[in-house]
T-cell receptor, first 112, second 117 residues
Framework: DAGVTQSPTHLIKTRGQHVTLRCSPI?????VSWYQQVLGQGPQFIFQ???????GRGNFPDRFSARQFPNYSSELNVNALLLGDSALYLC???????????FGQGTRLTVV | AQTVTQSQPEMSVQEAETVTLSCTYD???????LFWYKQPPSRQMILVIR??????QNATENRFSVNFQKAAKSFSLKISDSQLGDAAMYFC??????????????FGKGTKLSVKP
């Protein structure tokens, strides 16, 4: 079975631009969570979705938004990019959100 | 708010030896999970071991075991018979089991483990 897949793997954007990151969960998993990992730090929670509904939101500005589709895949959108948004963005999926989370390999976003 | 602290930015161990990584956490909750994740250079977070707060018995997974001290809010990871493939960043993480943020993992800053041949 395929694991959690994220696309793209690397991305370079200019300040002020918009970016969309994508995540496909493991088949059968209905929950997707997004995390931001700045270099040298642990991941920080951004969003969790379950059955297409937002279940939780971390302490991130409104420039960050997400959604989950009927097939349980998810998108993370970031508007008006800042240099500080440069990070590794990780997606994790699980059956219900309360059980074991499986992570993708992340999208490395660089804002210049 | 819950916090997770890893006080060892870097650790080193000789191949085949044993190493212990430290983690402390702060919470007022009684129902939660604790985890150790491994992040190799490939970037993918891999679950190493998890511990439910209500279970007094320390979790073990092959060469990996934890020392869970609930009263002290301490959760250390012991790696026995260290292998070259164990070299990675190790993150301690916490998760509530109830409330609006049950599924959110709270991570420490990580410990970089090097394994010397």
């Amino acid at each position: 079975d395929a694991g959690v897949t994220q696309s793209p793997t690397h991305l370079i954007k200019t300040r002020g631009q918009h970016v969309t990151l994508r995540c496909s969960p493991i088949s059968g998993h209905k929950s997707v969570s997004w995390y931001q990992q700045v270099l040298g730090q642990g991941p920080q929670f951004i969003f969790q979705y379950y059955e297409k509904e937002e279940r939780g939101r971390g302490n991130f500005p409104d420039r960050f938004s997400a959604r989950q589709f009927p097939n349980y895949s998810s998108e993370l959108n970031v508007n008006a990019l800042l240099l500080g948004d440069s990070a590794l963005y990780l997606c994790a999926s699980s059956l219900s959100g309360f059980d074991k989370a499986f992570f993708g390999q992340g999208t490395r976003l660089t804002v210049v | 708010a819950q916090t997770v602290t890893q006080s060892q930015p870097e650790m080193s161990v000789q191949e085949a030896e044993t190493v212990t990584l430290s983690c402390t956490y702060d919470t007022s909750e009684s129902d939660y999970y604790l985890f150790w994740y491994k992040q190799p250079p490939s970037r993918q977070m891999i679950l190493v071991i998890r511990q439910e707060a209500y279970k007094q018995q320390n979790a073990t997974e092959n060469r990996f075991s934890v020392n869970f001290q609930k009263a002290a809010k301490s959760f250390s990871l012991k790696i026995s018979d260290s292998q070259l493939g164990d070299a990675a960043m190790y993150f301690c993480a916490y998760r509530n089991n109830y409330g609006g943020s049950q599924g959110n993992l709270i991570f420490g800053k990580g410990t970089k483990l090097s394994v010397k041949p």
